[in-house]
Structure formats: structure tokens, C-alpha cells
């Protein structure tokens, strides 16, 4: 069951705060976050395991709610290095790393 | 670290011709992934393995995808007959980590698969 991520798209502003979700219908192990640039591979960004830990890389963090199946991926004062389509993939089990992941959210940052 | 490689970056094919791409994992990855990515379906993974085992192959789509892990360093996923549906970018990943526990995946530069 793939994952649902909200919004589609979002400009922003340099400077600008974004927040992008992931929604499950299934119970949830973990959730990963990736950013992939035009024409470039998935960059890894942060995993989050069950027990709803936040997390943080720079001016980017995450939180992960199990009992909602849901995770958020925040944005701070976006800088344009930011611009690019953010996927989550989620993983029902302990699986090794078998991830489904959601048809991504397009982040552009405007100077 | 060379990251993970793949070839070709580029492969042009008739309907009906074998494709080969390539994938060497990093080093010391336990782990290997083939995903492809289309702007209908996303990313979808479509097999992966451990200390080069297949472990799931249930995102294959279809007999004429195979994949193989004959050593730790090299991987190839195989489409035999090609059809234009199958034009997509693959991608190879790999991970550091061994079941049950995981970590990031590191994705190599993709092939872009053309179909014609």
C-alpha cells in the first residue's frame, strides 16, 4: 500500500518554512525520507523508527506518529539548495530495507 | 568512495531486444536494491538482496525481469523480451546493514532505459 504524501507541490520563498506529510493506511515500522533532484539519484536524509522519535538534519527534521501512521518532514528558512522532489518511504515490518515509497512532493524554493 | 555504479547511464533498445544493466554496491554493503522510476508509478521497488541473496522479489513485474547477485560486488537485472513499457530509469541502491537491522540506502546514478 503506497504511502500518500501532501501536498503534490509547494513554492516557497527563500526563507520560508514548508512542511510535507506521509500518510499509511497500515501500521507503520519505520519511515524514510529522500531528496531527488532533476535528474539526479534519491539522496538519503533521515530514517524514523516507531516510538514517534523527531529527528533532525540541519534545518531539517522529521517526526513520526505510529499511532496516526503518520510522518512530517518540517522545512526552516528554506534556502534554494532545497528545490527538489521529497519521498518518503515507509516499511511495514523490520524488512531489511523494503521500502514503499509515495509519489513525492515538489519543492521549489524561489529566490 | 566511488558510491554506487551503474551501467550504461543511457541504454536505447528495439521492442523485443535483451537488456542488461549493471550495478556495483559499495563496498562492504550487505544489501543491494533495483528500483525503477516512472513519472505514472512513482519509484517502485522491484527486488532486493542480502549478502547477495534475493530476498524479495515480489515488485518484479513480470517472467521477463531477472535479476542476479553472483558476488559481492556486482548485480545485474536482466529484461528479456524488452517492450516500450518498460522504458523507465533504474536504479541500483545499496546499504551498509545486515537483517534485521537496516540503514540508509546509497543509490547509484540510474540507467535511463529507452524502449522503442
Known amino acids: 500500500q503506497q504511502p500518500v504524501q501532501s501536498p503534490q507541490a509547494v513554492i516557497l520563498r527563500e526563507g520560508e518554512d514548508a512542511v510535507i506529510n506521509c500518510s499509511s493506511s497500515k501500521a507503520l515500522y519505520s519511515v524514510h525520507w529522500y531528496r531527488q533532484k532533476h535528474g539526479e539519484a534519491p539522496v538519503f536524509l533521515m530514517i524514523l523508527l516507531k516510538g514517534g522519535e523527531q529527528k533532525g538534519h540541519e534545518k531539517i527534521s522529521a517526526s513520526f506518529n505510529e499511532k496516526k501512521q503518520q510522518s512530517s518532514l518540517y522545512l526552516t528558512a528554506s534556502q534554494l539548495s532545497y528545490s527538489g522532489t521529497y519521498f518518503c518511504?515507509?516499511?511495514?515490518?523490520?524488512?531489511?530495507?523494503?521500502?514503499?515509497f509515495g509519489q513525492g512532493t515538489e519543492l521549489s524554493v524561489k529566490p | 568512495d566511488a558510491g554506487v555504479i551503474q551501467s550504461p547511464r543511457h541504454e536505447v533498445t528495439e521492442m523485443g531486444q535483451e537488456v542488461t544493466l549493471r550495478c556495483k554496491p559499495i563496498?562492504?554493503?550487505?544489501?543491494l536494491f533495483w528500483y525503477r522510476q516512472t513519472m505514472m508509478r512513482g519509484l517502485e521497488l522491484l527486488i532486493y538482496?542480502?549478502?547477495?541473496?534475493?530476498?524479495?522479489d515480489s515488485g518484479m513485474p513480470e517472467d521477463r525481469f531477472s535479476a542476479k547477485m553472483p558476488n559481492a560486488s556486482f548485480s545485474t537485472l536482466k529484461i528479456q523480451p524488452s517492450e516500450p513499457r518498460d522504458s523507465a530509469v533504474y536504479f541500483c541502491?545499496?546499504?551498509?546493514?545486515?537483517?534485521?537491522?537496516?540503514?540508509?540506502?546509497?543509490f547509484g546514478p540510474g540507467t535511463r532505459l529507452t524502449v522503442l
Open positions: 563496498s562492504g554493503h550487505n544489501s
Open positions: 541502491a545499496s546499504s551498509p546493514e545486515t537483517l534485521p537491522n537496516y540503514n540508509e540506502q546509497f
Open positions: 518511504g515507509t516499511e511495514r515490518g523490520n524488512q531489511g530495507g523494503k521500502l514503499i
Open positions: 538482496f542480502n549478502n547477495n541473496v534475493p530476498i524479495d
